[in-house]
């Protein structure tokens, strides 16, 4: 059990590929968000709310294995979709860092290139960054970096 993050072509699909993939344990993540906090590069940001089933007139029960909904329930749920989808790719206009939240759940956050890139930038002009990616303590952080920066060239990245 971990965080699964996986690099997003533009086009909104999954990479292929395991250089598109980086997994974290439960238990070395904390550790690589306490680095990312030491660098500027996370920002504090409320965990947004998905959209309400009853306010699309829906209930889970719609959603079980073998119900077939009639047309107008069929078009509820494609509206709640996309509600919810709206929420998971959603992102500030002029991010500071990587919203803490998008990390630290396995929902299926889009982290977006911008946010990265206010990331790594905040990264890059850090004091230490010069001797962050030795290899020497921690070999997760500079694997970690690379990622990143493999993730700003494509889509970003959606982390489950």
């Known amino acids: 059990m971990g965080f699964q ?9 999954l990479a292929a590929g395991d250089e598109n993939c980086f997994v974290f344990a439960w238990t070395a993540l904390p550790r690589t968000l306490d680095a990312m906090n030491n660098f500027g590069m996370l920002a504090e940001q409320p965990v947004p709310c998905a959209p309400a089933l009853s306010a699309y007139g829906l209930a889970v029960e719609d959603f079980q294995p ?22 998971l790719d959603g992102a500030e206009a002029q991010p500071t860092g990587i919203p803490i939240y998008k990390l630290a759940n396995n929902d299926g956050f889009l982290v977006t290139v911008a946010e ?3 990331a790594l930038t905040a990264y890059e002009a850090h004091p ?4 962050a990616e030795m ?3 921690d070999p997760t952080w500079r694997h970690w970096t690379a990622f990143l920066r493999r993730a700003q060239t494509h889509g970003g990245f959606r982390t489950y």
């Open 5 to 13: 993050m996986y690099v997003q072509n533009l086009d909104g699909t």
């Open 66 to 87: 073998g119900v077939q909904p009639d047309q107008a329930t069929a078009n509820r749920i494609a509206e709640y979709r996309a509600a919810y989808q709206a929420v």
């Open 116 to 118: 990265i890139s206010a």
């Open 128 to 131: 230490n960054v010069a001797i």
């Open 135 to 137: 290899p020497v303590g």
